[in-house]
């Protein structure tokens, strides 16, 4: 069974300082892998692809890929109480559908 | 504009009354997927098609059915036999590099 893990939080930050959320996955094989941003009663929004291992920047957000540790994780600077919902880690193995974790809820503090 | 739609926003079903959502997209993507969302918790899917005239079932495809007739449609039924449907229903789709983009989903509440 392929597995995603995420830790529920809620996680707190003041607003202009670095959230780091966090995301393990158990099938080596896979491939891509991508973070959404899910705001309380909407449909989850593509913020970040990433298929090789190190850093890739946009904007306020880094994703970081580990592949030999299984482990991706999304930076973001500056946070904004407009940052505030739930990011969800979804993973890829090849032509088969996304596994998704489920998702980290950040809180950011005014 | 290029995306996904999904009809209707909210629906409501009776007891023993099979339904439908509705899902269409204009991103000429060959994938689909529907997932089902429980308050507070992650998504399940439910059923997907790569391509058309075939789908797969999910994690959850039990009082569920599909059909993939054309290319931008991806229809659920919720049947009967789903005892506990009510839940927040979200039709995806995506290209070769397998990045899933959601519609706005559809809000079912069993009355």
């Known amino acids: 069974q392929k597995e995603v893990e995420q830790n529920s939080g809620p996680l707190s930050v003041p607003e202009g300082a670095i959230a780091s959320l966090n995301c393990t996955y158990s099938d080596r094989g896979s491939q891509s892998f991508f973070w959404y941003r899910q705001y309380s009663g909407k449909s989850p929004e593509l913020i970040m692809s990433i298929y090789s291992n190190g850093d890739k920047e946009d904007g306020r957000f880094t994703a970081q890929l580990n592949k030999a540790s299984q482990y991706v994780s999304l930076l973001i600077r500056d946070s904004q109480p407009s940052d505030s919902a739930t990011y969800l880690c979804a993973v890829s193995s090849g032509n088969t559908p996304l596994v998704f974790g489920k998702g980290t809820r950040l809180s950011v503090i005014a | 504009d290029g995306g996904i739609t999904q009809s209707p926003k909210y629906l409501f079903r009776k007891e023993g009354q099979n339904v439908t959502l509705s899902c269409e997209q204009n991103l000429n993507h060959d994938a689909m997927y529907w997932y089902r969302q429980d308050p507070g918790q992650g998504l399940r899917l439910i059923y997907y098609?790569?391509?058309?005239?075939?789908?797969q079932k999910g994690d959850i495809a039990e009082g569920y059915s599909v059909s993939r007739e054309k290319k931008e449609s991806f229809p659920l039924t919720v049947t009967s036999a789903q005892k506990n449907p009510t839940a927040f229903y979200l039709c995806?789709?995506?290209?070769?590099?397998?990045?899933?983009?959601f519609g706005p989903g559809t809000r079912l509440t069993v009355l």
């Open positions: 098609s790569q391509i058309v005239n075939d789908f």
């Open positions: 995806a789709s995506s290209d070769w590099n397998n990045e899933q983009f």
